[in-house]
């Protein structure tokens, strides 16, 4: 019997209080990360008041546009531009429903809603197009400066194999002086870009990963 829950409700003890084995349910772990890099995005892409419309319109489920504005305490007109914005960019959705009166002709009213795994699917969407993105320019880098890297590698290889040799220090700095400093600067800023797309590279990857096992556990 599970007798234990943590805050997050991610991982749960079962048998004797203070005892027994520890369960992660992966169905819940991987649908809070999802949610937290949906609403990380919106949050990039808009601001904290989009993002408060976005948690709003998720936790209800449905929701008319009047109750965004009051529920979410945001003046009317910014609360319908925000919401309109986040429509545009597929992170809200509506349904119009027709309501039937007694009195007079049926009356159309409009609700918002959230499809979670829509979402999922356009962000891994914009994930594979970045990464597709990021090896194209980190490509790009190394065939625009490849006489130069090669010139460094090739460099690299004579200082250690001379090393290996037991060549003194002054033969190694002959060497090396063979990069001038206008290479040495290029090569430092090549290191630096690769550096960078190389960080949000590993960043979409793990993104990608945590959307995929959310729509495998659903």
């Known amino acids: 019997m599970l007798m234990f829950w943590d805050n997050s409700n991610l991982i749960r003890q079962a048998g004797e209080a203070g005892g027994g084995s520890f369960q992660i349910f992966l169905k819940e772990t991987?649908?809070?990360f999802a949610e937290e890099t949906v609403e990380q995005v919106v949050l990039e892409k808009f601001?904290?008041?989009?993002?408060?419309?976005f948690r709003l319109v998720k936790s209800k489920k449905y929701i008319e546009p009047d109750q965004i504005q009051q529920l979410a305490m945001i003046p009317a007109k910014e609360a319908k531009r925000l919401s309109y914005q986040l429509l545009e960019e597929n992170f809200l959705q509506v349904q119009d429903l027709k309501k039937s009166s007694s009195n007079g002709p049926n009356k159309c009213f409009t609700l918002f809603h959230v499809d979670f795994d829509q979402i999922i699917r356009m962000i891994?969407?914009?994930?594979?197009?970045?990464?597709?993105?990021?090896?194209?320019?980190k490509n790009h880098e190394r065939l625009v400066h490849k006489r130069i890297i090669d010139k460094k590698q090739r460099v690299d290889t004579i200082i250690m194999g001379m090393r290996a040799q037991g060549a003194a220090e002054e033969q190694l700095s002959d060497i090396e002086e063979m990069i001038t400093p206008p290479e040495k600067e290029i090569l430092q800023q090549i290191d630096l870009t690769?550096?960078?797309?190389?960080s949000v590279e590993l960043e979409i990857d793990e993104t990608i990963f945590l959307l995929q096992m959310y729509l495998i556990y659903q």
């Open 30 to 32: 991987f649908t809070k």
């Open 47 to 53: 601001d904290t008041k989009a993002a408060r419309i």
């Open 124 to 137: 891994l969407e914009l994930c594979y197009k970045t990464l597709f993105n990021i090896m194209t320019r």
């Open 194 to 198: 690769m550096k960078k797309l190389n």
